[in-house]
């Protein structure tokens, strides 16, 4: 079966530091994978999307990357981060159905 | 407008009560539904697909009506449990990309 993994669970980053999120996947090949931010008390909203190995689409324009050097790795990226980038962060698989499987999250925390 | 629109909440409703969450979205060329349940601080995870006859699963019941564009969920008996957020979901434009709405809060009370 699909699984993914993220981490870390929590993390306490300064103002302009560097952020590296990673998540991969088991149990599949090419999956499309997403990247997604929730503030507190809002919406999901989708950041980068991937078809496939080095293919990205970024949906909303700012300090943030994604890459995805592996077919099962998909990696959220910034070179200094912003207190607005404080969030609840999700990677997403998409599955054979066509529904999305989450992975744990990553609570960021700009400071 | 809103690409999936649906009542934030809260519902508020007491243990037992039967309560249901009306979405809609704007494309009519959408073909797959989703409904996730998201717990507090948690990551949302998938309570059922919504199939064009309608489906149901236990206590849960969704219905798609194409013709108005929406989408429903009734949840039957309901229990403490039951309190999360549930985010209607959508395809995007008819190909593989889902457009999430923002969510309905439902708190059961004692």
């Known amino acids: 079966s699909q699984t993914i993994h993220q981490w870390p669970a929590t993390l306490v980053q300064p103002v302009g530091s560097p952020l590296s999120l990673e998540c991969t996947v088991e149990g599949t090949s090419n999956p499309n994978l997403y990247w997604y931010r929730q503030a507190a008390g809002r919406g999901l909203q989708l950041l980068f999307y991937s078809v496939g190995i080095g293919q990205i689409s970024s949906e909303v324009p700012q300090n943030l990357s994604a890459s995805r050097p592996q077919d099962r790795q998909f990696i959220l990226s910034s070179k200094k981060l912003l207190l607005s980038d404080s969030g609840f962060y999700l990677c997403?698989?998409?599955?054979?159905?066509?529904?999305?499987?989450f992975g744990s999250g990553t609570r960021l925390t700009v400071v | 407008r809103k690409e999936v629109e649906q009542d934030p909440g809260p519902f508020n409703v007491p243990e037992g009560a039967t309560v249901a969450f009306n979405c809609t979205y704007s494309?009519?060329?959408?073909?797959?539904f989703f409904w996730y349940r998201q717990d507090c601080r948690k990551e949302p995870k998938l309570l059922m697909s919504v199939y064009s006859s309608g489906n149901e699963d236990g206590r849960f019941t969704a219905q798609l009506n194409r013709a108005s564009q929406y989408i429903s969920l009734l949840i039957r008996d309901s229990k403490l449990s039951d309190s999360a957020t549930y985010l209607c979901v959508v395809n995007h434009n008819a190909g593989n990309m889902l457009t999430f709405g923002g969510g309905t809060r439902l708190m059961v009370k004692p």
């Open positions: 494309n009519s060329a959408s073909q797959s």
């Open positions: 997403a698989l998409q599955g054979p159905a066509g529904g999305y499987t």
